[in-house]
């Protein structure tokens, strides 16, 4: 059974840099090729915020960054803003499993 | 500008079927360019993927839902539906559709979402 796992919470003052991780467990790791990740605000629908692991949709800035190594999944957010807390999920996908999503990890902006 | 809209019942019975539908403006399902989905968000809880359907025919659904799942387009009314059979109160959510168009690879990359619906499974 597949899964990705992330921190419940993570946080950051604003200016700094928080990672948040998305690890995949799955007996096939080389599918995991297409991560993405969601950032929502309360009562707000999703928002595309990183697509296949590392690129960026138009309009998103470039202080979010994605990257991936082994079975780790990361999400970047660099010179954090108060506008960034918000729950980030991350997603993936593998045949037998088709999408996954993370548990979701809240992020504070202290 | 593409824009998604869902509709439907906000109560169900247990045991019934929920019927859900995503009005599509600015754009055609007709299209293969994109794929149309649903994801649901149990309150308090974290995004669960359901299922999504392409023009083509091209299907993907969660396994643990797919036995209950029916999606469908709608190409006269633009709108695309969402069945799930045997709800119980575990099937109470927030149910988004969405789309994967400008950004669709090979994973899940939907970057226009409806305002989502809530759906509550009740007696």
């Known amino acids: 059974q597949s899964a990705l796992t992330q921190p419940p919470s993570a946080s950051g003052s604003p200016g700094q840099s928080v990672t948040i991780s998305c690890t995949i467990t799955s007996s096939d790791i080389g599918a995991h090729n297409y991560v993405s990740w969601f950032q929502q605000h309360p009562g707000k629908a999703p928002k595309l915020m990183i697509y296949d692991v590392t690129e960026r949709p138009s309009g998103v800035p470039d202080r979010f960054s994605g990257s991936k190594s082994g079975n780790t999944a990361s999400l970047t957010v660099s010179g954090l803003q108060t506008e960034d807390e918000a729950d980030y999920y991350c997603s993936s996908y593998e045949p037998s499993s088709a999408v996954l999503f993370g548990g979701g990890t809240k992020l504070t902006v202290l | 500008q593409l824009q998604l809209q869902e509709s439907g019942p906000g109560l169900v019975k247990p045991s019934e079927t929920l019927s859900l539908t995503c009005s599509v403006s600015?754009?055609?399902?007709?299209?293969?360019?994109?794929?149309w989905g649903w994801v649901r968000q149990p309150p308090g809880k974290g995004l669960e993927y359901i299922a999504t359907?392409?023009?083509?025919?091209?299907?993907y659904y969660n396994p643990s839902l797919r036995s209950r799942v029916t999606m469908s387009l709608d190409t006269s009314k633009n709108h695309f539906s969402l069945r799930l059979s045997s709800v119980t109160a575990a099937d109470t959510a927030v149910y988004y559709c969405?789309?994967?168009?400008?950004?669709?690879?090979?994973?899940?990359?939907?970057?226009?979402w409806g305002q989502g619906t809530m759906v509550t499974v009740s007696s």
């Open positions: 600015g754009g055609s399902i007709s299209s293969d360019t994109y794929f």
């Open positions: 969405a789309t994967e168009g400008r950004y669709a690879s090979g994973g899940f990359e939907a970057d226009i």
């Open positions: 359907i392409r023009y083509s025919g091209r299907n």
